[in-house]
């Protein structure tokens, strides 16, 4: 079973997203899609001050099974990347949720955009269907 930590939110897309302050939200790749991907060889990442739209494609992750697009899961300006995570993706199959996080989002309130997504509870639903 997949590890679907409860601080965070989720999106049918399999991306976590974590409040870090009020008009902040930082995201990656579940568990469960690190898993499904298998060896993550390369991933590209939006540059700062790119603008989001949530829903929309925002970088892509290759494994050595398929490409994936990333999708931003909310609206919003690209305050910071994970550059380690281009230099070591496989950092996304070891640590999806702390090393492995990909962007910082500014936006106009960050507890807001999380509680428009999945809770822990539903994005399990999810993926044990």
Not at 52 to 72: H, P, Q, W
Request: glycine fraction near 6%.
């Amino acid at each position: 079973m997949s590890n679907v930590p409860a601080e965070f939110c989720y999106t049918a897309e399999h991306e976590w997203v974590q409040v870090v302050d009020a008009t902040t939200i930082r995201f990656g790749i579940t568990d469960y899609a690190q898993d499904a991907l298998g060896d993550i060889v390369f991933v590209s990442l939006p540059e700062v001050g790119a603008s989001l739209t949530a829903g929309s494609t925002c970088g892509e992750v290759e494994s050595t099974k398929s490409v994936s697009d990333i999708y931003a899961p909310v609206s919003g300006t690209v305050a910071a990347r994970n550059d380690a995570a281009e230099t070591a993706p496989e950092t996304l199959n070891t640590d999806p949720y702390a090393k492995g996080w990909l962007v910082d989002v500014t936006v106009a309130d960050a507890n807001a955009e999380c509680a428009a997504l999945m809770d822990a509870a539903a994005y399990t639903a999810l993926i044990s269907a």
